[in-house]
């Protein structure tokens, strides 16, 4: 079936630091989301983006953070700079359209900050 | 239930057994969504049942919707080891371009 990929699968980094998640997203999708996972709990609602906007962003989206899909590349999370509580694996999805319901989702990147 | 303050539950049964999972919600939803996720794995739908529905089928799934309560449950019949998953509901809260996602179930088929 249609796949969402991510890259990286895992990532590192030092408290501060600036972060780019990338997911590539199918083909001929049109809405895009970001979701965030801490372990053990509920996947929860980051931002979703569609014709090159935020459509809308939960408490969550942090001032610090960005989504972009420049040129129908990569839709990426940007993080910067970092802090401890933004370790959590954060999946990407996409729907391919208004009248599609189904989110299809990415393998999701697990983030590590020390 | 996945709704609420309580933790990921978990749930061990035999293969062959059936088994039920059940969701409340609090919001009005256009659709519940059941996904589950592999260890290790991003959720995969499995199935969705929309609010004019109040049951749904697939293969051995079966999905049911009660608006009144908002409430679903996902049984899953004869169940087998490959069933072994952490299930989710998920509903768009008011219709919303959003999931929110219950605690969801792990759910153990011992062979």
């Known amino acids: 079936g249609p796949k969402v990929l991510q890259i990286p699968s895992h990532q590192i980094i030092d408290m501060g630091q600036m972060v780019t998640l990338n997911c590539d997203p199918v083909?001929?999708?049109?809405?895009f989301y970001w979701y965030k996972q801490i372990l053990g709990q509920q996947m929860e609602f980051l931002v979703n983006?569609?014709?090159?906007?935020?459509?809308?962003k939960s408490k969550l989206f942090k001032d610090q953070f960005s989504v972009e899909r420049p040129d129908g590349s990569y839709f990426t999370l940007k993080i910067q700079p970092t802090a401890l509580e933004d370790s959590a694996v954060y999946f990407c999805?996409?729907?391919?359209?208004?009248?599609?319901?189904?989110?299809?989702f990415g393998p999701g990147t697990r983030l590590t900050v020390l | 239930s996945q709704w609420g303050e309580e933790n990921l539950q978990a749930l061990s049964i035999q293969e062959g057994e059936d088994v039920t999972m059940n969701c409340s919600y609090k919001?009005?939803?256009?659709?519940v969504h059941w996904y589950r996720q592999d260890s290790g794995r991003g959720p995969a739908l499995i199935i969705l049942?929309?609010?004019?529905?109040r049951e749904k089928r697939s293969g051995r799934l079966r999905a049911t919707l009660d608006t009144s309560s908002q409430s679903s449950s996902l049984s899953i019949t004869a169940a087998q080891c490959e069933d072994t998953a952490v299930y989710f509901c998920?509903?768009?809260?008011?219709?919303?371009?959003?999931?929110?996602f219950g605690k969801g179930t792990q759910l153990i088929i011992q062979p």
């Open positions: 999805a996409s729907r391919r359209g208004r009248n599609y319901a189904e989110q299809f």
């Open positions: 083909s001929n999708h049109l809405y």
């Open positions: 983006f569609y014709n090159g906007k935020v459509m809308e």
């Open positions: 919001t009005y939803t256009t659709v």
């Open positions: 049942i929309r609010s004019n529905e």
């Open positions: 998920a509903t768009d809260p008011g219709g919303a371009d959003r999931l929110t």
